[in-house]
């Protein structure tokens, strides 16, 4: 038995006993139901959307199954590279993530539900590759992950799926209020020569196609979501960047404030959606 | 700064073919594309552009590929048309997935006057402030526009006569 099958079977010990914990707790966010398919959600405040769904939903049913199989997930291979690097010793400091956090089934469990978080010292938003590279860097003094590599990529696949099963719960506070302003203001601003907002087709027209793609409401749940089309999976920003170059408008860089206030508002849209990392999409 | 730079050798250049551009503007200017004039009446139902944009014939044909075209109007992005969609066996490629998010246009000119149906190609936000469609004819107003489109409008004035030469069949 290799780990990975001994971390998973207790991570999906943990889905059931989050899922009843969630049955009894939260009346607004149906999870997981049966058959681990998920379901419409009832937005918790007020906005464009009366019924939320997670991407998988508008996902063909071959790419669902994917995403569904334990063994078959083509983002698995990034897990257990993520689960790998947990324990491996890096940097100055001679420390490992596990060296700080012990193990990530607990220490991480619930960290996807939140993020992107206020960050005091910066006194601005930072995401969860962010956080990663500032353990690397303040605590283990070791070198920031690039962007677009493969440790950073799987390192956030392992985080978040730590979290899989359980609702996103993104909590406006004073700190974070400013910028999920601006993350609001973003969405619904028309961009680029086509002139379009995120709005226009993730609110407006989710559902319906546009050319061969269904439009979905653009949630966050599953991210880093492997994608079939970049044979790999692929963060948060990189996929508004995408969105952002299909309406002919400049895209913002991976890490700025802007995709993080971006990041931040998307996020509560999905207020009580499974996180499903790695998901699998298109 | 290096973009002044570039903005200032632009200028020289372009005052050299004979166009002269206000010094202050240049770093937009350089780059706007110059666009035919058009009026704007009130039609039966919305505005309406009666008069052609360039006053030469459009060609249906040619309208044709630049609805299907995903770099020119890519109309059938978001809208279907039966009597095309029908093509779809043979090339499905052009013709195939026509999108649901806007109405179908089948019988689109039995709607609108051909002047309405030019404001919208030209300036849908004109119509309708809300759409999703873009402004086909139109190079200013944007925000955070890529580089290379700076100025530049998605069809040509020719082009526009040419789907509108094609919308006008749809009776």
């Not at chain 1, 420390?95 to 607990?106: E, I, L, R």
């Not at chain 2, 246009?105 to 709607?111: E, F, K, Q």
Request: hydrophobic letters at 35%; a positive charge.
């Amino acid at each position: 038995m290799t780990p990975i099958s001994g971390i998973k079977m207790m991570k999906k010990m943990i889905k059931l006993t989050v899922g009843v914990l969630l049955l009894a707790g939260f009346s607004t966010s149906a999870v997981l139901a049966a058959d681990g398919k998920s379901e419409a959600v009832k937005p918790a405040a007020e906005f464009g959307l009366d019924e939320i769904w997670s991407g998988y939903h508008f996902a063909k049913k071959e790419t669902q199954a994917l995403q569904d199989d334990d063994f078959d997930n083509p983002g698995n291979l990034w897990l257990e590279e993520g689960a790998a690097l947990w324990s491996k010793v890096d940097g100055d400091a001679k420390k490992s993530c596990q060296s700080c956090h012990n193990d990530a089934s607990k220490s991480m469990k619930g960290v996807a539900t939140r993020y992107p978080v206020y960050y005091a010292p910066r006194k601005k938003l930072i995401n969860i590759e962010q956080r990663i590279n500032l353990c690397r860097t303040e605590q283990m003094k070791a070198k920031p992950w690039k962007w677009k590599s493969k440790q950073l990529l799987a390192m956030a696949v392992y985080v978040n799926n730590q979290s899989k099963g359980m609702p996103v719960n993104i909590r406006i506070t004073a700190e974070n209020k400013p910028f999920w302003e601006k993350g609001k203001a973003f969405y619904y601003k028309r961009r680029g020569q086509l002139d379009m907002s995120c709005a226009h087709c993730h609110e407006k027209y989710y559902g319906k196609h546009i050319r061969s793609n269904v439009l979905s409401q653009g949630h966050i749940n599953g991210f880093p979501t492997y994608r079939l089309k970049w044979q790999k999976p692929g963060s948060v920003h990189r996929r508004f960047k995408g969105c952002n170059k299909q309406v002919r408008a400049k895209p913002y860089g991976l890490g700025s404030d802007e995709y993080n206030n971006l990041e931040l508002y998307v996020k509560w849209r999905g207020n009580g959606l499974p996180v499903e990392t790695p998901a699998v999409r298109n | 700064m290096k973009l002044s730079g570039i903005a200032t050798v632009f200028c020289s250049f372009v005052g050299l073919a004979g166009l002269m551009i206000q010094p202050a503007l240049a770093g937009d200017k350089d780059k706007m594309m110059m666009l035919v004039k058009y009026e704007i009446s009130d039609g039966p139902a919305i505005k309406a552009i009666n008069k052609s944009l360039t006053g030469k014939p459009g060609d249906p044909k040619k309208g044709e590929d630049l609805m299907a075209n995903r770099k020119k109007g890519n109309c059938f992005a978001c809208h279907m048309i039966s009597s095309l969609a029908a093509k779809a066996k043979d090339n499905p490629k052009k013709y195939a997935d026509m999108g649901e998010i806007g109405p179908p246009l089948d019988g689109v000119a039995g709607r609108y006057t051909e002047g309405e149906l030019r404001m919208m190609l030209v300036d849908s936000h004109k119509v309708f402030p809300d759409t999703i469609m873009p402004s086909f004819y139109r190079n200013t107003g944007f925000t955070r526009i890529k580089g290379k489109f700076k100025g530049k409008t998605v069809l040509k004035a020719q082009e526009v006569e040419d789907i509108l030469s094609l919308l006008k069949t749809f009776k």
